[in-house]
T-cell receptor
Framework: EDQVTQSPEALRLQEGESSSLNCSYT??????LFWYRQDPGKGPEFLFT???AGEEKEKERLKATLTKKESFLHITAPKPEDSATYLC??????????FGAGTTVTVRA | GAGVSQSPSNKVTEKGKDVELRCDPI?????LYWYRQSLGQGLEFLIY????????KSGLPSDRFSAERTGGSVSTLTIQRTQQEDSAVYLC????????????FGPGTRLLVL
């Protein structure tokens, strides 16, 4: 069974304090790893897709990287508007996404 | 362009009643998914539709849950004889195809069973 573990569960940052979120996975035949952002009361918002080890994607203050066992989401110089829950999901042999429990990030001004 | 839409946004019902949740996918997307997000738990897969193929219902938690997709577009998730443990956020997603394509999510329907 596919397993996705995210750490830490919660992260409190000061504005401008860079940090990283971890997503460890155990799957047979990774097809893709997806990062989403979810704000309270809303659906997940797509951020990145990574397909193979060594791949990196960037968007504004966010950078996602992928190895054979884990993915990192780096937040550089975060702002309060980066506060959200960040979800990691993997797609393996079929089309279903298996999600981690998420990391809730709070950025204080 | 328009994203995935879901209705109602919120639904409060009494235990034992039936509810219907609606999903309108992004135009042109052939794949449609339903997930459930319970308090303190991650998103769990419920059901998947791809074109005119038979749906994958392997994630449905009981036979009280069913879903259909009419004309390859709008989908309805039905929960019969609701129970308190059915309280959750029900999320719909769609994509162009299935494998390796990004799934785009709707805002969800928040269901509370009293």
């Amino acid at each position: 069974e596919d397993q996705v573990t995210q750490s830490p569960e919660a992260l409190r940052l000061q504005e401008g304090e860079s940090s990283s979120l971890n997503c460890s996975y155990t799957v047979s035949g990774l097809r893709g790893l997806f990062w989403y952002r979810q704000d309270p009361g809303k659906g997940p918002e797509f951020l990145f897709t990574l397909y193979s080890a060594g791949e990196e994607k960037e968007k504004e203050r966010l950078k996602a990287t992928l190895t054979k066992k884990e993915s990192f989401l780096h937040i550089t110089a975060p702002k309060p508007e980066d506060s959200a829950t960040y979800l990691c999901a993997v797609q393996a042999r079929d089309y279903k996404l298996s999600f981690g429990a998420g990391t809730t990030v709070t950025v204080r001004a | 362009g328009a994203g995935v839409s879901q209705s109602p946004s919120n639904k409060v019902t009494e235990k034992g009643k039936d509810v219907e949740l609606r999903c309108d996918p992004i135009s042109g997307h052939t794949a449609l998914y339903w997930y459930r997000q319970s308090l303190g738990q991650g998103l769990e897969f419920l059901i998947y539709f791809q074109g005119n193929s038979a749906p994958d219902k392997s994630g449905l938690p009981s036979d009280r849950f069913s879903a259909e997709r009419t004309g390859g577009s709008v989908s309805t998730l039905t929960i019969q004889r609701t129970q308190q443990e059915d309280s959750a956020v029900y999320l719909c997603a769609s994509s162009f195809v299935a494998i390796q394509e990004t799934q785009y999510f709707g805002p969800g329907t928040r269901l509370l069973v009293l």
